[in-house]
């Protein structure tokens, strides 16, 4: 049974492009969260899918947004990217209540 | 909203010592998760435990939800215990957003 996948594993951006990350849950599991991690801090919330709707959303802005396909999997994207949106991105899977983390993208803004 | 604390900031052990983390939380939850997240960055499930005491081998934890702590507990610690440990918690009815602490950083010397 695999567990939650993520890709790219590593990705190099300059400010004020775009990126596409994308997660894939573990089997089973309909609920996807995503979670930026800045450098020696703990994961921030930044939103929720189910049945390929938004359900939640932390305080980030407009510039990040997701989307869940019918197979459950995830994107997030971000625009017109800040050199502060440097960061460990990470993707968790869920069924109830325990969260399933992947293992992260790490995004530089150059 | 929820602050989430984590106590103490920074663990040096020997291997084969006994160590104990603290999170307190500063309102009701209904989830509370333990991760270790290792050096590469991925975040491991240790336990769910929104109250009450379990174990997993040389780990185990408690959390009291009326008293608003919970305790992880290792016991003869090993080199590999090494990384960041991290106690996250849902305030609201399971909704799936979790709340992290700034974490633990544990270093197990051989």
């Known amino acids: 049974d695999a567990g939650v996948t993520q890709s790219p594993t590593h990705l190099i951006k300059t400010r004020g492009q775009q990126v596409t990350l994308r997660c894939s849950p573990k089997?089973?599991?309909?609920?996807v969260s995503w979670y930026q991690q800045a450098l020696g801090q703990g994961p921030q919330f930044i939103f929720q899918?189910?049945?390929?709707?938004?359900?939640q959303r932390g305080n980030f802005p407009d510039r990040f947004s997701g989307h869940q396909f019918p197979n459950y999997s995830s994107e997030l994207n971000v625009n017109a990217l800040l050199l502060g949106d440097s960061a460990l991105y990470l993707c968790?899977?869920?069924?109830?209540?325990?969260?399933?983390f992947g293992p992260g993208t790490r995004l530089l803004v150059l | 909203g929820i602050q989430v604390e984590q106590s103490p900031p920074d663990l040096i052990l020997q291997e084969g010592a006994n160590s104990t983390l603290r999170c307190n939380f500063s309102?009701?939850?209904?989830?509370l998760q333990w991760f270790h997240q290792n050096p590469w960055g991925q975040l491991i499930n240790l336990f769910y435990?929104?109250?009450g005491t379990k174990q997993n081998g040389r780990l185990s934890a408690t959390t009291v939800a009326t008293e608003r702590y919970s305790l992880l507990y290792i016991s003869s610690s090993q080199t590999t215990d090494s990384g960041v440990y991290f106690c996250?918690?849902?305030?609201?009815?399971?909704?799936?957003?979790?709340?992290f602490g700034q974490g633990t950083t544990l270093q197990v010397k051989p």
């Open positions: 968790a899977s869920s069924l109830h209540e325990t969260q399933y």
């Open positions: 089997s089973g599991h309909d609920t």
């Open positions: 899918y189910y049945e390929e709707e938004e359900r």
């Open positions: 309102d009701s939850v209904n989830n």
């Open positions: 435990i929104p109250s």
């Open positions: 996250a918690v849902d305030p609201s009815s399971n909704t799936g957003k979790l709340i």
